[in-house]
Nanobody, 117 residues
């Protein structure tokens, strides 16, 4: 089993920044992808960004150039630096971890990000 604990959400004004963190613990194999999804009220959960063990990153078009995903493999932790935040970024952000070769990811409990003046 893997446990994911997120932190760093909150309320920020448009144009501001937040940094989310997600620490994984438990039985973690050597190869895995971590990432972030967002879910706004009444909408489906959508991909924000992912990063592989080797550091390959992928971003949703809506956050490209504003958000940066990174990870510290020694700490099994992934980060999401969010800059130039917009009201439409308001959502619950979920961290996930997917081991290579497995189908079902592990999910964190979610952290609320609200962008409002």
């Amino acid at each position: 089993q893997v446990q994911l604990v997120e932190s760093g959400g909150g309320l920020v004004q448009p144009g501001g920044s937040l940094r989310l963190s997600c620490a994984a613990s438990g039985t973690i194999f050597s190869g895995y992808t971590m990432g972030w999804y967002q879910q706004a009220p009444g909408k489906q959960r959508e991909l924000v960004a992912t990063i592989t063990t080797g550091g390959y990153t992928n971003y949703a078009d809506s956050v490209q150039g504003r958000f940066t995903i990174s990870r510290d493999n020694t700490k099994n932790t992934v980060y999401l630096q969010m800059n130039s935040l917009k009201p439409e970024d308001t959502a619950v952000y979920y961290c996930y971890l997917l081991h290579i070769g497995f189908k079902n990811p592990y999910w964190g409990q979610g952290t609320q990000v609200t962008v409002s003046s």
